[in-house]
């Protein structure tokens, strides 16, 4: 499943790190799919994508692409932030669980309460992507 793509003429406020291990997400994350890494031994998935499973601790995972939909758990609203997000204040963060069993943090975009479903999007950055959730419209 690709995810809606919201395109932005600026550069991120903070680029995230990207390694030789990570580079696959942030590759897929272009092209609007959400991938994680899934245990070939115990077939849990893990987010964000680790290279070692952290329930089993084997060293064996491939990478899944998940649907990116689920239900936000908590919320906050950042006013006073790091002076790198200076521009983006006031914003929200959020907790959603996915409906592949995943709980994960991410930017909320628009009015979202918890309990309502959500689904995630791009961040399509002129220096890279980034991902975000907004309302879930079917």
């Given amino acids: 499943m690709t995810l809606d793509l919201i395109d932005l003429e600026q550069e991120r406020a903070y680029p ?3 390694s030789d291990f990570t580079k696959p997400f942030w590759d897929n994350l272009t092209r609007s799919i959400f991938t994680t890494t899934r245990c070939d031994s115990c077939n849990r998935p893990s987010f964000p994508p680790k290279p070692i499973c952290p ?4 060293d064996q995972v491939s990478w899944i692409e998940l649907e990116g939909a689920g239900k936000l758990y908590s919320k906050t609203t950042v ?3 790091p002076a790198v997000f200076v521009r983006d204040l006031p914003y929200s963060v959020g907790i959603i ?3 592949e ?3 994960i943090a991410a930017r909320i975009i628009g009015d979202v309460e ?13 220096d890279g992507p980034l991902y975000a959730a ?3 419209t079917p």
């Fill in 16 to 18: 995230p790190r990207q």
């Fill in 55 to 58: 329930h089993c601790w084997t």
């Fill in 79 to 81: 006013h006073a932030g």
């Fill in 97 to 99: 669980d996915l409906d």
């Fill in 101 to 103: 069993g995943l709980r």
């Fill in 114 to 126: 918890i309990g309502d479903r959500v689904e995630l999007v791009v961040l399509s950055y002129s």
């Fill in 134 to 136: 907004k309302r879930y």
